[in-house]
């Protein structure tokens, strides 16, 4: 907690030294700055309760069953439907994978589960389709999955590692 406020007291440093520096960005930092807090004042209430409601209802078994370590290749492709179908910020998803980490929920199906948040979304894969076309869209969507995967696969092994190693220590 006490790095959380150390970071944010950097950041705010940081600000207001870009500030001084930009005077004439002030009023633009300002109304993002407000946008963004208004947006966060109504979505995050709505998410926390959800969030509370999964926590309750969805069991750890169900977690570990379907994204938990024996989940396997039907874990990965269920953490990317679990990702595309959405739409929102990526901000509301990291509360989300957190619960889903905390319930048994597999490293590598955690990152893919936030990287589909991010790239895929099923309204986007339908305006690209109408503007670039189906080709352009099957072939990004194509090497985003295969990529996600292999990116996921391997952080998640980098951290097993790097856990193992600093167990033998």
Request: hydrophobic share 65%.
């Amino acid at each position: 907690m006490i790095r959380d406020w150390i970071l944010l007291g950097i950041i705010l440093i940081i600000a207001i030294i870009l500030l001084t520096i930009f005077p004439d960005k002030n009023e633009a930092v300002t109304n993002t700055v407000w946008d963004y807090l208004v947006e966060m004042v109504f979505i995050l209430p709505a998410v926390m309760i959800l969030l509370g409601l999964f926590a309750v209802w969805v069991s750890n078994e169900m977690i570990m069953k379907y994204l938990g370590k024996t989940s396997g290749v039907r874990g990965i492709f269920l953490a990317i439907i679990l990702g595309a179908l959405p739409t929102g910020p990526l901000y509301i998803a990291f509360p989300m994978a957190a619960v889903l980490l905390k319930k048994g929920a597999k490293i590598s199906n955690i990152i893919v589960f936030l990287s589909a948040w991010a790239c895929i979304k099923i309204p986007q894969e339908m305006v690209e389709l109408q503007f670039l076309g189906v080709q352009f869209m099957l072939l990004r969507l194509s090497l985003t999955i295969i990529l996600v995967i292999i990116m996921a696969v391997l952080i998640e092994k980098i951290i097993e590692w790097s856990e193992g190693k600093a167990a033998t220590m």
